[in-house]
């Protein structure tokens, strides 16, 4: 098969369609693709022959099968993830290799040779493995562990397990979104919120999600008895997290009017039974995330007067108003991810040019010590309660697979407690970080990983991600599929750090939100040609991917650059920046996309929007993969944006919709469909590159 072929794809029906913003008449004349498949035969049949056009042409592709036979190999190896405790249990996550998901198990010891049990296996669920664990929460005495069940749907059902019997409880919780359970100290129930049922499948899969109420639930009673804790009947458009402080004093209820981290906090002292919840916070001006307390000393971590973000105090007591905040860690100049509380201390994690910084705080603030890591790299976890003596985390970076390791508070060491072992060596390779200069002279960094001793002359693939949204820091993470390109395509893998993330703190991410979302583009596209200036590839051997936030990363580079790459990656992105709050959880994105409603902002939205800037043009090859059930960035952009590609792409590449049925956004995908999936991108990459995979 050649690169220069003409395709004749599926004929897609083009509308004389309009909407009207702010007197700007803009076309839609793909409008009938956002209906769901399910109320829409005419949308479903254009799915199948989309599916179709693209499972014939992989099937077409030289080397698929040895692809997949060998990406299954190094697959195959043993994962854990850092144990928990909860009373006399500890609780972690197994898969022996190619799983399609992950066990629970629990023991009693941490010792090397203690028995284990499986506690909650999800491959028994269903036969294809769609349904995974999708959280857990273990009361405080290790008695129950409640668990949600999801196919990547952001709707989950919870339900309860008795630990010591294995037994599944006959309790139920549906209609959870965003939600875990907050157990109460006495073990008898939990707090959480739900949304009303859905009155339709569309609704289930499209509709907006509003009303969300929080409430207690009982063990060995019916949903529909649930107790109301919380709501606000003026302010539909809320969303609620829960928390129970350690000693089970306090129940703490963050409210969010998006998925900006600015948020309100209520307490209810659940050792008053006819109490209400009473405003702490509420002003949605700054973040304040719960992470534990002393008696009635609450401590958050915070963004107010701090963009780095420091750790405060708050007496329950004082009635004053507003209620004096006293600072115990002050911020610095790296970004504060998460603090958590183990033997009276604070584990402070820090962001340092993208890379874990980990120091140990007294309850007090006196700094006591620093936690060595191995590397650059990322470490995460160290969850415990205050009379704990040790913790565990989990340290990985791009080409480390995790190793997890128990840190001793007292003696301050940290030792190895598993390490998975898998077919790629980190001897073999060298991560630099550099600095491209975006548009407007902002300095962004870049991880480069390549092969020791490899030559720059222009010719290697090269894969770059980037991922510059709602402030999430894009810090080194061990991917096997990264893995699989570096040996197959003896290639360079390349991690943007873009405005928009969180790793340079607040402004870093404002710098790339709302009106500013046109930087993280300038970004990302200042170190493609950063990378072929330097001589590390070249725009025919350049490849760039990217999920969920980043499918639009790139969505909109291969729209304002397509010259500069020969081959993109799009997954689930949000595409059509006019219509995506109409859908599910859209409207909360408002202030990282901007709000296409109000008349200052509908210009800079449309302008940047990437599937109302498509031309007729050469487009690069493109490979668009979503769900047709994907109930968080619905379906419709991927739809739209690649029927538009197909319609006006005057080049001889190549744009492919893969799309998968009765998934959501691609939590919890089955290993079987995962590996199936790197198959066909690595396979159709190396058919794009002319390139013979080094198997």
């Known amino acids: 098969m050649s690169a220069e072929k003409v395709f004749a794809y599926p004929p897609t029906k083009r509308e004389e369609y309009f909407d009207d913003y702010h007197g700007t008449k803009v076309p839609d004349p793909y409008r009938w693709l956002e209906l769901d498949i399910r109320s829409s035969t005419e949308v479903d049949s254009w799915v199948k022959e989309q599916r179709k056009f693209c499972d014939n042409f992989l099937e077409s592709l030289p080397h698929r099968e040895e692809i997949k036979e060998k990406f299954s190999l190094m697959c195959n190896y043993e994962r ?46 269903d036969k294809e493995g769609n349904n995974s664990l999708q959280g857990v929460s273990s009361s405080s005495d290790g008695k129950y562990l409640a668990y949600g069940i999801s196919a990547g749907f952001d709707w989950k059902e919870w339900k309860i397990v008795d630990v010591e019997t294995g037994k599944t409880l006959p309790d139920v919780i549906k209609w959870s979104k965003n939600s875990t359970p907050a157990w109460t100290n006495d073990g008898k129930g939990f707090f959480y919120s739900r949304y009303a049922p859905p009155k339709t499948e569309t609704e289930y899969y499209q509709g907006i999600n509003q009303d969300q109420k929080v409430y207690y639930h009982r063990l060995g009673t019916p949903q529909s008895s649930d107790v109301l804790v919380y ?16 000693d089970g004093r306090f129940l703490i209820i963050a409210a969010f009017k998006g998925t900006t981290p600015n948020n309100a906090v209520f307490i209810k002292d659940l050792t008053e039974p006819y109490g209400f919840p009473i405003g702490l916070i509420s002003d949605y001006e700054s973040k304040y995330s719960f992470i534990g307390n002393n008696g009635v000393t609450l401590y958050f971590v915070t963004d107010f007067e701090a963009p780095n973000n420091r750790v405060v105090s708050i007496n329950w007591t004082d009635t004053s108003e507003p209620r004096k905040i006293t600072e115990v860690l002050p911020q610095t100049d790296n970004p504060l991810a998460s603090v958590s509380i183990v033997n009276n201390m604070l584990i402070a994690t820090y962001i340092k040019d993208a890379c874990s910084l980990i120091k140990v705080y007294g309850i007090n603030g006196v700094f006591i010590f620093d936690v060595d890591l191995p590397s650059i790299g990322t470490a995460a976890g160290f969850s415990g309660k205050a009379t704990d003596t040790s913790t565990f985390y989990v340290f990985h970076s791009f080409v480390m697979a995790p190793s997890i390791l128990r840190l001793d508070l007292v003696s301050r060491q940290s030792v190895e407690f598993r390490t998975a072992k898998t077919q790629i060596n980190p001897e073999e390779y060298i991560t630099t970080l550099e600095f491209s200069t975006s548009r407007d002279g902002t300095k962004v960094p870049l991880f480069v990983v390549q092969k020791k001793g490899a030559e720059l002359n222009g010719k290697s693939p090269l894969l770059l991600s980037g991922y510059g949204g709602f402030g999430i820091s894009n810090t080194p993470t061990f991917s096997i599929s990264i893995g699989m390109w570096l040996k197959m395509m003896d290639g360079i893998f390349v991690q943007a750090v873009i405005r928009g993330g969180g790793e340079y703190g607040n402004d870093w991410h404002k710098g790339g939100s709302g009106k500013n979302k046109q930087n993280s583009f300038d970004d990302f596209i200042s170190v493609a040609e950063f990378l072929i200036q330097k001589g590390y590839c070249s725009n025919e051997t350049l490849v760039i991917q990217g999920t969920s936030n980043a499918g639009l990363l790139v969505g909109a580079a291969v729209v304002q650059r397509p010259d500069l790459f020969k081959l993109a990656f799009l997954s689930g992105g949000v595409l059509d920046m006019l219509r995506y709050p109409n859908y599910t959880y859209g409207r909360f994105w408002i202030d990282e996309y901007g709000d296409p409603s109000k008349e200052d902002e509908f210009p800079i939205v449309y302008k940047y929007s990437p599937y109302h800037n498509i031309q007729k043009t050469s487009y690069p090859n493109i490979m668009i993969l979503t769900s047709d059930s994907d109930d968080r960035v619905v379906p419709l952009h991927c739809f739209k944006y690649g029927a538009s590609l197909q319609h006006n792409n005057t080049g001889k590449s190549v744009v492919l919709l893969r799309i998968e049925a009765n998934l959501g956004h691609g939590l919890g995908k089955p290993t079987s469909k995962f590996i199936q999936e790197i198959t066909d991108k690595w396979s159709f990459a190396a058919y794009c590159l002319n390139r013979v995979p080094n198997l």
């Open 80 to 125: 854990f993830s850092a144990p928990w405790k909860s009373g006399k249990y500890y609780f972690f996550y197994r898969n022996d290799g190619l799983q399609n998901q992950a066990v629970i198990y629990v023991t009693e010891s941490i010792e090397p040779n203690a028995p284990i049990r499986p506690l909650i296996d999800p491959n028994q669920f």
């Open 231 to 246: 709501h606000s009947p003026l302010e539909p458009h809320l969303v609620y997290s829960t928390n129970v402080s350690e």
